[in-house]
């Protein structure tokens, strides 16, 4: 794949050097030439151009036309949603996405056809998830979230009981437990302890069921 | 004509005062204090607001649903697409006018990011020089024989 990255910072470099690594074609602009040297290893083998992220010619140097994926990840909002809609309008990219700091904006950029990362919104929605689930975490999502991995610990008032009393068949299935810092796969008649750590599959209908389990809600 | 105009800086005020001067209802709208508070200082009879125009809310209590015309005047090429593209796109402004600071990003300020007029001064200054250049007595170019 032909990546060109406009931005080189955590995020833009993290992304470069890792896809780079994975054997894509990487370009990364940055307005500042001496980002590449704070952020970028040696080892990177894309191209690095100093300039603007909406810079014709440089763009065309990046690859722009032959480009399938597009990130614009710099600091500025505004220069995002402009470098980023020029890739997916004038260049037609394929894939264009900008990272966007202001959950206000973001939605309007949406509207204008710009797919966004709301990196605020996002780490906000997470730190909330954390709050609100402290020993219900969700570690894994399959599908679009219809499906998840949760772990959660061990409600005292089940220990001694046995596994298949959490199984609900296409609902809840109890497939790992933690005791003692070993895990193993439970069996049909494994007893729950105390101090447990369980790992569930389960689908989004059957979260309220597992609450009731556990105790929760 | 009710006219908005994005950007306080030396160019928007320049700007507005020169609309005022024509009895046109001027609103300025600038995130910087102090440039807003220099405006006021001056005295311009237009309506100030302090805000960031690349806002739609912003725009909003700024009155852009009412103008008849947007100025995006601010110093930074970035802003001025997206106020323009705000004002034509989700304003449906009938006239925008763009400020372009870097000539290299001119080919952006086009219908494409709803910008119906491009003010570029450093283009206009170069086709004034251009044109003073060609118009120029020349010196007799001397032949290769010469």
Same mark, same amino acid.
């Given at each position: 794949?032909?990546?060109?990255?406009?931005?080189?910072?955590?995020?833009?470099?993290?992304?470069?050097?890792?896809?780079?690594?994975?054997?894509?074609?990487?370009?990364?602009?940055?307005?500042?030439?001496?980002?590449?040297?704070?952020?970028?290893?040696?080892? &990177?083998?894309?191209?690095?151009?100093?300039?603007?992220?909406?810079?014709?010619?440089?763009?065309?140097?990046?690859?722009?036309?032959?480009?399938?994926?597009? =990130?614009?990840?710099?600091?500025?909002?505004?220069?995002?949603?402009?470098?980023?809609?020029?890739?997916?309008?004038?260049?037609?990219?394929?894939?264009?996405?900008?990272?966007?700091?202001?959950?206000?904006?973001?939605?309007?950029?949406?509207?204008?056809?710009?797919?966004?990362?709301?990196?605020?919104?996002?780490?906000?929605?997470?730190?909330?998830?954390?709050?609100?689930?402290?020993?219900?975490?969700?570690?894994?999502?399959?599908?679009?979230?219809?499906?998840?991995?949760?772990?959660?610990?061990?409600?005292?008032?089940?220990?001694?009981?046995?596994?298949?009393?959490?199984?609900?068949?296409?609902?809840?299935? =109890?497939?790992?437990?933690?005791?003692?810092?070993?895990? &193993?796969?439970?069996?049909?008649?494994?007893? =729950?302890?105390?101090?447990?750590?369980?790992?569930?599959?389960?689908?989004?209908?059957?979260?309220?069921?597992?609450?009731?389990? =556990?105790?929760?809600? | 004509?009710?006219?908005?105009?994005?950007?306080?800086?030396?160019?928007?005020?320049?700007?507005?005062?020169?609309?005022?001067?024509?009895?046109?209802?001027?609103?300025?709208?600038?995130?910087?204090?102090?440039?807003?508070?220099?405006?006021?200082?001056?005295?311009?009879?237009?309506?100030?607001?302090?805000?960031?125009?690349?806002?739609?809310?912003?725009?909003?209590?700024?009155?852009?649903?009412?103008?008849?015309?947007?100025?995006?005047?601010?110093?930074?090429?970035?802003?001025?697409?997206?106020?323009?593209?705000?004002?034509?796109?989700?304003?449906?402004?009938?006239?925008?006018?763009?400020?372009?600071?870097?000539?290299?990003?001119?080919?952006?300020?086009?219908?494409?990011?709803?910008?119906?007029?491009?003010?570029?001064?450093?283009?206009?200054?170069?086709?004034?020089?251009?044109?003073?250049?060609?118009?120029?007595?020349?010196?007799?170019?001397?032949?290769?024989?010469?």
């Amino acid at each position: 794949m032909k990546v060109i990255i406009i931005g080189c910072g955590r995020v833009g470099s993290t992304l470069a050097t890792g896809l780079d690594a994975e054997g894509h074609a990487v370009a990364i602009i940055d307005k500042r030439g001496d980002a590449f040297e704070r952020w970028i290893p040696e080892a &990177f083998s894309g191209l690095r151009l100093k300039g603007s992220g909406f810079d014709r010619e440089l763009l065309e140097q990046a690859g722009i036309e032959e480009a399938d994926a597009f =990130l614009a990840v710099t600091n500025g909002d505004n220069s995002n949603v402009v470098s980023a809609r020029i890739a997916s309008e004038h260049y037609k990219v394929p894939k264009v996405i900008a990272r966007i700091y202001d959950p206000r904006r973001a939605d309007i950029y949406r509207r204008l056809g710009i797919p966004t990362v709301a990196t605020v919104t996002w780490t906000v929605g997470k730190i909330r998830d954390l709050l609100s689930y402290t020993e219900y975490e969700e570690e894994a999502s399959y599908g679009n979230g219809e499906i998840a991995l949760i772990r959660a610990d061990l409600p005292l008032h089940l220990a001694g009981r046995k596994v298949t009393d959490l199984q609900v068949p296409g609902e809840i299935s =109890l497939i790992e437990i933690t005791r003692k810092g070993r895990a &193993f796969i439970p069996g049909a008649g494994s007893v =729950l302890a105390e101090g447990d750590v369980l790992r569930f599959i389960i689908s989004r209908d059957g979260v309220g069921m597992l609450d009731k389990f =556990l105790g929760r809600g | 004509m009710r006219v908005l105009i994005a950007g306080a800086g030396a160019f928007g005020s320049f700007i507005a005062q020169d609309l005022l001067g024509q009895n046109h209802e001027v609103t300025v709208l600038d995130q910087n204090k102090a440039v807003v508070a220099e405006l006021t200082d001056r005295q311009l009879s237009c309506r100030l607001v302090i805000g960031d125009a690349c806002e739609p809310r912003v725009l909003e209590s700024a009155g852009i649903l009412r103008a008849d015309v947007v100025i995006a005047a601010t110093g930074d090429d970035e802003d001025n697409l997206v106020i323009a593209l705000l004002a034509h796109q989700e304003f449906q402004v009938p006239r925008v006018v763009a400020r372009v600071n870097d000539p290299r990003n001119g080919w952006l300020f086009s219908e494409w990011w709803g910008v119906d007029q491009a003010l570029s001064a450093p283009d206009a200054f170069l086709s004034l020089v251009e044109e003073k250049v060609k118009s120029a007595p020349h010196h007799p170019v001397p032949t290769q024989e010469g």
